[in-house]
C-alpha cells in the first residue's frame, strides 16, 4: 500500500516530518516499510513555452528553439528530443539549475550555437516513467496548456511530496485505503480528521 503524505495531510493536520511520522505508524503496529521522496535533486526549473522549434542549422537530429518563462524574455536552446513543437509548455531549466545525479546546467555551445538552459525530459526530472507515452520516455515531457509560465516544476508536477510504502499484516485491511490511514494518524496523534465534503 503506497500513500501520499501530502494527500494525508488533506484529511488531518500532521505537524511533524515523514520520518517521524512512519516511526509513530510503526510503533503502532501499522508499519511504514519505505519512504519514497519525489524531488531527487531537481531545482531552479520552472514552466517554459516553446516560442519557436526549427532543425539545428548544423545538425540534422538538433532542434533550434525559443524559450520564454513569462511571456516576454527569451532563451535560445538547443534540443535533442523528437518531440519538442512549437508552442508546447515544457519544464525548462535556467542555467544555475540542478537536476538529479548531481546535474547543473551551464552555458553551453552545441554544433556552434549557444544554448541556454535545457528543456527536460520525465527521466532528466528523475520522475517515474510508469504511465507516460512512448513518444514521452523518449522525449521532453510536454505539460498542460494551461501549466503557469514561471510556475515551479516541483510544485506543479507535485515533485515536493514523499510517498509512504506500508508493509499491512492481513488483520490491517482496514488501512487499504486513504482515509482509513489518515484516521489512524489521526488517533495517533490526537488531532480530527477531516472528511471529504460529499455533495
Known amino acids: 500500500m503506497k500513500v501520499s503524505f501530502k494527500w494525508l495531510k488533506d484529511y488531518v493536520d500532521i505537524d511533524i516530518s515523514p520520518e517521524e511520522l512512519a516511526e509513530k505508524l510503526t510503533a503502532a503496529g ?15 526549473v520552472v514552466v517554459g513555452q516553446v516560442l519557436e522549434a526549427q532543425k539545428h542549422p548544423n545538425a540534422e537530429k538538433l532542434s533550434l528553439c525559443r524559450v520564454t518563462t513569462d511571456g516576454t524574455n527569451e532563451y535560445q536552446v538547443v534540443c535533442g528530443a523528437p518531440n519538442v513543437r512549437t508552442g508546447q509548455k515544457i519544464p525548462f531549466a ?10 547543473k546546467i551551464k552555458k553551453a555551445k552545441l554544433r556552434g550555437t549557444e544554448s541556454q538552459g535545457m528543456i527536460c525530459s520525465a527521466k532528466e526530472l528523475g520522475m517515474d516513467e510508469e504511465g507516460l507515452s512512448p513518444e514521452e ?6 505539460l498542460e496548456a494551461d501549466a503557469p509560465l514561471g510556475a515551479d516544476v516541483v510544485q506543479y508536477l507535485n515533485l515536493d511530496d514523499c510517498i509512504l510504502e506500508f508493509d499491512l499484516t492481513p488483520n490491517r485491511s482496514d488501512c487499504l485505503s486513504v482515509l482509513n490511514i489518515a484516521r489512524e494518524i489521526g488517533a495517533i496523534l490526537g488531532k480530527e480528521v477531516k472528511l471529504p465534503e460529499i455533495k
Do not use: R, S
Request: glycine residues 16%; hydrophobic residues 40%.
Open 30 to 44: 501499522v508499519t511504514v516499510e519505505t519512504i519514497h521522496y519525489l524531488n531527487k535533486g531537481v531545482d531552479n
Open 137 to 142: 520516455k523518449d522525449g521532453i515531457l510536454v
Open 94 to 103: 535556467l542555467v544555475g539549475a540542478k537536476l538529479p545525479g548531481g546535474v
